[in-house]
């Protein structure tokens, strides 16, 4: 049974930082497409970064995140990783980790078959 199992997540001032944890099971993240998207209240989720965890790839990252997110894999843990520095409030939302077998394919939800149980991340300013 496949099943992604976060962790992570809270509250934080401006300018912190949080790390959100996605634990796999039921497959092997090696060679599938592992992403994380958020979804503001009253808004919709959105990609933030994804990464198909094969050979000498990089993660992509939406603009939003780019120069303060980092997403990280540990193969042996089969787990991946959302580093999140320098947060801002305009990131309060709920995180999900999202998978999906193969190749990354954009963000559409519809194209991720798992998703994680989501971890709220709450920036004040």
């Known amino acids: 049974q496949v099943q992604l199992v976060q962790s992570g997540g809270g509250s934080v001032q401006a300018g912190g930082s949080l790390t959100l944890s996605c634990v796999a099971s039921?497959?092997?993240?090696?060679?599938?497409?592992l992403a994380w998207f958020r979804q503001a209240p009253g808004k919709q989720r959105e990609g933030v970064s994804r990464f198909y965890l094969s050979g000498p790839t990089a993660p992509l990252y939406a603009n939003s995140a780019k120069g303060r997110f980092t997403f990280s894999q540990d193969k042996d843990k089969n787990t991946v990783y959302l580093q999140m520095n320098d947060l801002k409030p305009e990131d309060t939302a709920t995180y999900y980790c999202?998978?999906?077998?193969?190749?990354?394919?954009?963000?559409?939800?519809?194209?991720?078959?798992?998703w994680g149980q989501g971890t709220q991340v709450i920036v004040s300013s």
């Open positions: 039921g497959f092997t993240i090696g060679g599938n497409c």
């Open positions: 999202a998978a999906r077998f193969g190749y990354c394919d954009g963000f559409a939800l519809t194209a991720f078959n798992y």
